[in-house]
């Protein structure tokens, strides 16, 4: 090699050795994570679990949703008809709402690292605020090949322990309480996401806001004993 090309080639190597530390430091940042596939659910999993939970205990109506949270339609209906139903059904004591997962694996493409992303939210108390920015942001990280620094940069929105949440979402611990929820949603019988289930009823998302207050309305007063008030409210951060 000519003395007079020297500095070229140094100078060559130090900016393939230079990015190759950037990509390298890239691709490690983008804490890529996946969960257990497969998983056989053991009773630990699903203990007193039911979904998680918003509005009062006593509430004289429980309803359940089961929802995918890739899924487009589902975010349409929490953005659009659920703010209506919080206020004039949940906070109003009527309705006790859960919220459980149906990840729709052949229609999306990470609905369960997504779910155990929600999940670890709960871990700090933050699962409706987490569940609320991620409807708002759901392209984000439901298109991407990699969820994870769209979903770290939700969490870290609504204030939660990015350390704590990342370790959590590390371990893959929610990955069998998610598929037996799946199992359930099954069993339950919807044909897609959401589906809601009223006084053992199924409903799909073309129940409105306006027609669920008066489904719930008339199962009240169908009750021989009307109640007469509401215990407090849980999870109300929503």
């Known amino acids: ?8 080639y140094i100078a060559l190597m130090v900016v393939v050795v230079g990015g190759a530390v950037f990509i390298y430091s890239k691709v490690r940042s983008s804490g890529a994570i996946s969960i257990p596939a497969n998983i056989a659910v053991t009773p630990a999993d699903t203990a007193g679990f039911r979904g998680y939970e918003l509005g009062s205990a006593s509430a004289p109506i429980e309803v359940t949703e089961y929802g995918d949270l890739e899924c487009p339609v589902c975010a349409a209906w929490a953005t659009v008809q659920f703010p209506d139903v919080k206020t004039r059904l949940i906070d109003a004591g009527k309705v006790r709402w859960l919220y459980r997962d149906w990840p729709l694996d052949q229609a999306h493409r990470h609905p369960r690292i997504s779910a155990h992303a929600a999940a670890c939210a709960n871990d700090q108390g933050k699962y409706w605020q987490a569940q609320d920015a991620m409807f708002a942001r759901q392209n984000d990280y439901a298109l991407p090949d990699n969820p ?57 998302n073309r129940l409105t806001s306006d027609l669920m207050v008066k489904l719930v309305d008339s199962l009240i007063a169908a009750m021989p004993n009307k109640p007469t008030g509401a215990g407090p409210v849980v999870n109300g951060g929503r």
């Open 148 to 204: 994870m620094p769209a979903l770290t940069d939700i969490m870290r929105s609504v204030g939660v322990n990015i350390d704590t949440w990342t370790a959590c979402m590390k371990s893959g611990k929610y990955a069998g309480r998610i598929q037996a929820e799946e199992e359930i949603a099954m069993k339950v019988g919807g044909s897609g996401t959401p589906t809601f289930v009223i006084a053992g009823r199924l409903y799909d």
């Open 1 to 8: 090699m000519a003395s007079s090309q020297r500095p070229f």
